[in-house]
């Protein structure tokens, strides 16, 4: 043990030397460069200083994230225009949403409606049928529940009943899709108008300046340019939006037609 605090102190007296060495090194090196110095600026002073070029550093531009440069060019696109664009999304958005929802909601299985109406009519009659129809949601019940209120008269009766409702159910499905069909015509249309008045204001700088500065011109432009490129994208988002729904009501139709044939099938069966 004592060899080895022994060993250890000899070890710490040389790393504390070798330490204390180093500025002492250090302070003889800088007298020197300073001598040195000196003489160079002695004999510097005799002839003409001559100034060299400062190099910039480039500068690292921060990179920003998605929203933060979306939200750097929706202002630098101006807050006019690119307003009624951004109410435009909004607006279709909404709607969109809405119909969404409510297509979902109106979505049934009327293959199975059918066959539970069917047995309806044969255990129970015309109004266990009607029941059937009343708990069950979506418009093939609805249409279903019309054309077994009206099947007590005839069968040309409630064929009638039948159409015209389908008609009503089918309007339902449409409501306020043609607003999203015009936010998609309007959003662009809205966009290339700030692209032209920014084209104007960008002559008008050029005209007031009596130059043709590339600056005044790029601005410009640049700012004009943004609104388009904004209204694009609103109604593309909207086109994809629409036309799933344009598919969806679709399907939902054909479903309401397969199935009022089906009815009808049932109906002149249960009339033998």
């Known amino acids: ?19 204390q060495a180093f500025p002492l090194q250090d302070d003889a090196e800088m007298s020197e460069v300073q001598d040195s110095v000196q003489t160079m600026d002695a004999a510097e002073m005799e002839q ?10 480039p500068v690292e531009e921060e990179q920003l994230n998605f929203h933060q440069e979306l939200k750097k ?6 807050p006019g225009f690119m307003g009624i664009v951004l109410l435009c999304l909004i607006l279709g958005l909404a709607i969109a949403i809405e119909r969404i929802i409510y297509l979902n909601l109106s979505t049934s299985d009327s293959e199975k409606l059918t066959a539970e109406v069917e047995s309806a009519i044969k255990s129970g009659g015309v109004k ?3 029941e059937v129809c009343r708990n069950t949601p979506g418009p093939v019940a609805s249409i279903f529940y019309q054309g077994l209120d009206r099947s007590n008269e005839s069968i040309e009766s409630a064929e009638k009943a039948v159409i015209a ?13 043609s607003w999203i069909s015009l936010f998609i015509a309007l959003a662009p249309m809205l966009g290339f108008m700030g692209t032209v008045i920014g084209m104007i ?15 005044l011109v790029a601005g410009g432009i640049k700012v004009a340019l943004l609104t388009t490129v904004f209204g ?3 109604a593309i988002i909207l086109q994809i939006f629409y036309n799933y729904i344009i598919a969806k009501i679709d399907s939902i139709v054909n479903d309401m037609e397969n199935a009022s044939i089906s009815l009808m099938d049932i109906l002149v069966n249960n009339k033998k």
């Open 1 to 19: 043990m004592k060899r080895l605090f022994s060993l250890l102190g000899i070890m710490t007296i040389l790393f504390v030397q070798s330490i």
């Open 232 to 234: 694009l994208i609103v």
């Open 128 to 130: 266990a049928a009607k």
């Open 165 to 177: 409702y389908g008609g009503v159910q089918m309007g339902q499905l449409e409501k306020n899709v």
């Open 73 to 78: 060019r929706f202002i630098e696109g101006g």
């Open 48 to 57: 003409p200083v001559m100034e060299e070029p400062v190099m910039e550093e």
């Open 201 to 215: 204001q960008a002559f008008d700088k050029i005209e007031a300046a009596g130059d043709m500065q590339p600056s």
